[in-house]
């Protein structure tokens, strides 16, 4: 499962856009990029997943380049409740779907 | 669709007793689904995957006979903290693997339970 890096936390203010990148250089030919959502004391939550170019859903866009050795998940105009933890998972889902959580980025939203 | 439930939300009990916590998949059937442990300020640790009618697969360093897990149906999974000590205090999340085919990586996670022991 390769390994994922990401800023240990982040601040913004509400109203603003918000990149949030993540670096995955052993990325395997069919490992997919997963983004979930954790707010304190709830489980996480499904976000993204692409596998390359840009996905986008209804709450954020995900930026994959030609190479896949980085992705970059992109919240528009933060509001506060976008306070959370984001964690991005690589994987291919078929080594027993096993997910890997990183250590995350500690999104903060100010006023 | 492709709710999960746990429960209890939280449980307080002695040094020594056994927790039984629950994992629901509530509109979906889940053949494998997983228990994480979370300390404060910190990340996920998968603990083990859990496989509806065969034995868990445990992730080194978790110890299979203090986390008992059972996996009876396709919609239920159980973690059973034996003989639990305070050190064993934590925030235990379950995740059931995605009903869509193809679907790499979608799990969806259930609440969470949080267990303090005295």
């Known amino acids: 499962l390769a390994k994922t890096t990401q800023p240990i936390s982040m601040d913004s203010y509400e109203g603003q856009e918000v990149n949030i990148t993540c670096s995955h250089n052993?990325?395997?030919?069919?490992?997919?990029i997963t983004w979930y959502q954790q707010f304190p004391s709830q489980g996480p939550r499904f976000i993204i997943q692409?596998?390359?170019t840009k996905v986008t859903n209804e709450v954020a866009s995900l930026f994959i380049p030609a190479d896949r050795k980085s992705s970059t998940l992109s919240l528009p105009r933060v509001s506060l409740s976008d306070t959370a933890v984001y964690y991005c998972?690589?994987?291919?889902?078929?080594?027993?779907?096993?997910?890997?959580f990183g250590q995350g980025t500690e999104l903060s939203v100010k006023p | 669709g492709a709710v999960v439930s746990q429960h209890p939300s939280w449980v307080i009990c002695k040094s020594g007793t056994s927790v039984k916590i629950e994992c629901r998949s509530l509109?979906?059937?889940?053949?494998?689904m997983f228990w994480y442990r979370q300390f404060p300020k910190q990340s996920l640790m998968l603990m083990a995957t859990?496989?509806?009618?065969?034995?868990?697969?445990?992730e080194q360093g978790v110890e299979k006979d203090k986390f008992l897990i059972n996996h009876a149906s396709l919609t239920l999974s159980t973690l059973t903290v034996t003989s639990a000590h305070p050190e064993d205090s934590s925030f235990y999340i379950c995740?059931?693997?995605?009903?869509?085919?193809?679907?790499?990586?979608?799990?969806?996670f259930g609440p969470g339970t949080r267990l303090t022991v005295l």
């Open positions: 509109d979906f059937q889940a053949t494998t």
């Open positions: 692409g596998y390359k």
């Open positions: 052993n990325i395997a030919t069919n490992d997919y």
């Open positions: 995740s059931a693997r995605g009903p869509r085919e193809g679907a790499a990586n979608e799990q969806f």
């Open positions: 998972l690589v994987g291919d889902g078929n080594q027993g779907g096993k997910l890997i």
């Open positions: 859990s496989n509806e009618g065969s034995k868990a697969t445990y």
